[in-house]
Antibody, heavy 114, light 107 residues
């Protein structure tokens, strides 16, 4: 049973922007805080950002602070990650996930390359 | 920032053996907000344990967690070939919600 469906990955030039989406199904989306996590090719997992269930608090990794923005629309059961000023080292597969439920999106590949 | 250190880096064991994976935090992880994940090549990670000791839905009881404060352990009691994977711990108590570097298990 698929709980989180992602969209929005792709290839972008350095300095460009991209928005990822993560749409929930089946579960009560508005009850849960949700994370973005990424994994560069051949590397480990890196936590990127978190938003509380009601959107009141947001947290970011230092590596993306000031460039990425996490947001959510509970009426649409959708999480977003707006990525600006993208750099080569942002190249990774990006996942949305709810920790305690074990829900992960399928991943979206973001490639930053000229 | 809470830094998580995992050991060993790689573990090679035979089917039926017991695996013990360690995750050590640089500061105390309050309320045991620690999770363990399994990741196989080309797949998204899968949640094994949350709250240090609580098995996620559908996870066999061969997987168990223990520990508190700064020292946590994932134990796989009877290894099966399909347990070959990389295992990560993550603390979700304090932002940034850091991951450990992972332990690769070869069965």
């Amino acid at each position: 049973q698929v709980h989180l469906v992602q969209s929005g990955g792709g290839v972008v030039q350095p300095g460009g922007s991209l928005r990822l989406s993560c749409e929930a199904s089946v579960f009560n989306f508005s009850y849960y805080g949700i994370h973005w996590v990424r994994q560069a090719p051949g590397k480990g997992l890196e936590w990127v950002a978190f938003i509380r269930y009601d959107g009141t608090n947001k947290y970011y990794a230092d590596s993306v602070k000031g460039r990425f923005t996490i947001s959510r629309d509970n009426s649409k059961k959708t999480l977003y990650l707006q990525m600006n000023s993208l750099r080569d080292d942002d190249t990774a597969v990006y996942y949305c996930m709810v920790i305690t439920r074990g829900y992960w999106g399928q991943g979206a590949l973001v490639t930053v390359s000229s | 920032e809470i830094v998580l250190t995992q050991s060993p880096g790689t573990l090679s064991l035979s089917p039926g053996e017991r695996a013990t994976l360690s995750c050590r935090a640089s500061q105390s992880v309050s309320s045991n907000y620690l999770a363990w994940y399994q990741q196989k090549p080309g797949q998204a990670p899968r949640l094994l344990l949350y709250g240090a000791t609580n098995r996620a839905t559908g996870i066999p009881d061969r997987f168990s967690g223990s520990g508190s404060g700064t020292d946590f352990t994932l134990t796989i009691s009877r290894l099966e070939p399909e347990d070959s994977a990389v295992y990560y711990c993550q603390q979700y108590n304090t932002s940034p919600f850091t991951f450990g570097p992972g332990t690769k298990v070869d069965v």
